[in-house]
């Protein structure tokens, strides 16, 4: 047979069909995404937004204190071709905060607009219609950490001597109703095994609980806390036994201490401190006692100051000092040789005084009263006070150069006039 050469494509069978059904399609796709006014689709997964118009509550001082976390499917009609390019961003869901008038908990309605104002399509919430949420007044309270290190085991020789939390503090924040019922925050450490006959400092992670008045752990049900952990130390130091003594201060050169019999009301101090503070302390000098404060028959409280990162184990503040002074006696005389050293060499200082009348000495009775006027002196260290030109009124120490246990008590001090040397 001849071929046909003016039959076209449309004329082909294999051609028409196919080509027929794309138009169909087409066609009714555009009947039912655009044409079609009254398309419905539903759209899962629009979150309920709880700020909005959240005003209606702020304004009686509530809070929603549950913290919803709400998705919603909408059912989406109107044109088909708006319809089918609708998103959840192009949606608000809201709950009807009308219903609002106290605190409590309340079932309410929820609502739905559009945020995409170019989109015309209506939508309804079809799933939940509903939503439970709680008010109440918040509150922020910040609580001091307590930490509790009971049934811990100590080594012989060793004391705990006491917890840090890191943070300090922890602060709460939630419904009035709930905070207020929190009496304190404990950090409690459980016993375990790397916590027996301990030796050394531990770091421990450890929950925080918070109690009521009584004790009791408290299960916060929308109250929360800024952070549930805390890092405890456990400081664990050694104990020491160790004698006491007392530094002697404004005693006179080459005074022999030991003239002086005393007590103490301990002889010992049990302290505490880490190995390495511990190592190099074989005495404890407590404390500091003017010798020019001394007086006949007289005890003495004196403030304990250890040497830094030492604690009384007993936790002594105070001892007293007493002196036997049955073999001492005073005796007052006026003191005519005086001295004066370390002036500066630009300048000259003398001597206005002639005499210190009325001083003071205390020592052993044959020795002191023995003792000539003329074996005293007074000395007036130059350096020890600021230098001036004019006339000044320095003070002067006391001293018996010829014994080792006679001493004066009180406070001196001489006329002086200073002048710088001529050609300085």
């Known amino acids: 047979m001849k071929k046909d050469k003016n039959k076209s494509l449309l004329d082909d069978r294999r051609v028409t069909i196919p080509l027929s059904l ?10 039912t995404l655009v044409i079609n006014p009254n398309s419905n689709q539903p759209l899962s997964n629009v979150p309920v937004d709880f700020t909005y118009n959240a005003t209606t509550y702020t304004n009686q001082q509530l809070d929603i ?3 919803p976390d709400v998705k919603v499917k909408l059912q989406l009609s109107g044109n088909g071709y708006e319809v089918a390019k609708a998103q959840a961003s192009d ?7 009308s219903m609002v008038t106290g605190a409590g908990e309340v079932e309410l309605p929820l609502r739905v607009k559009l945020r995409n104002t170019s989109l015309n399509v209506n939508a309804t919430v079809v799933s939940p219609e509903r939503v439970t949420v709680v008010f109440d007044q918040v509150e922020e309270k910040d609580f001091k950490i307590t930490v509790e290190a009971n049934n811990l085991t100590i080594a012989d020789g060793y ?6 939390a890191s943070p300090t503090s922890v602060t709460v924040r939630g419904p009035a109703s709930e905070v207020d019922k929190i009496a304190s925050v404990v950090a409690r450490i459980q016993p375990s095994s790397d916590l027996e006959d301990m030796s050394e400092s531990k770091l421990k992670t450890v929950e925080l609980l918070p109690l009521d008045a009584n004790g009791n752990v408290l299960q916060l049900q929308y109250a929360t806390m800024d952070t549930t952990m805390a890092e405890v130390t456990i400081n664990i130091y050694q104990t020491k036994e160790l004698p006491l ?10 005074f022999d201490e030991s003239s002086l019999k005393y007590t103490l009301s301990q002889q010992t101090m049990v302290v505490s401190g880490t190995p390495e503070t511990l190592a190099n302390l074989s005495e404890l000098a ?3 006692f003017d010798l020019a404060s001394f007086e006949l028959d007289k005890s003495y409280s004196l403030t304990v100051n250890l040497p830094r990162g030492v604690e009384s184990k007993d936790n002594v503040k105070t001892i007293t000092l007493s002196f036997d002074t049955s073999n001492m006696t005073k005796r007052t005389i006026n003191v005519s040789e005086i001295r004066t050293i370390n002036a500066p060499d630009n300048y000259d200082v003398s001597v206005n005084t002639k005499r210190i009348t009325n001083v003071t000495l205390i020592g052993p009775k044959e020795e002191l009263e023995k003792l000539s006027p003329s074996s005293v002196v007074a000395t007036v260290d130059v350096s020890q006070s600021q230098v001036v030109t004019g006339t000044e009124n320095l003070s002067a120490t006391i001293s018996v150069p010829s014994s080792s246990t006679i001493f004066a008590v009180g406070s001196y001090s001489v006329e002086c006039s200073i002048t710088v040397k001529s050609g300085s």
């Open 91 to 97: 949606f608000i869901v809201y709950p009807d905060y």
């Open 286 to 288: 407590v404390s500091d």
């Open 65 to 67: 204190v549950n913290n």
């Open 245 to 254: 003594k007392i530094n002697f201060i404004n005693e006179p050169e080459n």
């Open 159 to 164: 004391i705990m001597q006491g917890t840090v």
């Open 22 to 31: 794309l138009i169909a399609l087409t066609l009714w796709m555009v009947v």
